[in-house]
């Protein structure tokens, strides 16, 4: 079984960088899309930055785009979310989630999209908190 597991949220003054950590494990092949996502109070949970499969195809919301990078090193099996330039509204729980998609599917049309809603994915973690504030 998939898990996943956040860290390197904290507080942190505007304009000020975090970069934020996923651990997985129980990966059996490297056919897993990922994404990161965010939600503050009150607001539904919403895609800030995912990957199709293979790696290539990146979705960014427009709220972070040119702020955020996703990465993923299938080494070290973890998934990495950079952020920069943060904001006050930057401030969110942030999630880190997954789902494996076939193999013969991925061959057969040759790369699928990032998956941007939270009902697409299957594997979640606790959530980490960012907290931006002077």
């Known amino acids: 079984q998939v898990q996943l597991v956040e860290s390197g949220g904290g507080l942190v003054q505007p304009g000020g960088s975090l970069r934020l950590s996923c651990a997985a494990s129980g990966f059996t092949s490297d056919y897993y899309a990922i994404g990161w996502f965010r939600q503050a109070p009150g607001k539904e949970r919403e895609g800030v930055a995912c990957v199709g499969v293979p790696d290539g195809d990146i979705y960014y919301d427009d709220s972070v785009r040119g702020r955020f990078t996703i990465s993923r090193d299938n080494a070290n099996n973890t998934i990495y979310l950079q952020m920069d330039g943060l904001k006050f509204e930057d401030t969110a729980i942030y999630y880190c989630?997954?789902?494996?998609?076939?193999?013969?599917?991925?061959?057969?049309?040759?790369?699928?999209?990032?998956?941007?809603?939270?009902?697409?994915?299957?594997?979640w973690g606790q959530g980490t908190q960012v907290t931006v504030s002077s």
């Open positions: 989630a997954a789902v494996y998609t076939d193999p013969g599917i991925v061959a057969s049309v040759g790369q699928v999209r990032p998956y941007t809603a939270t009902n697409e994915y299957d594997y």
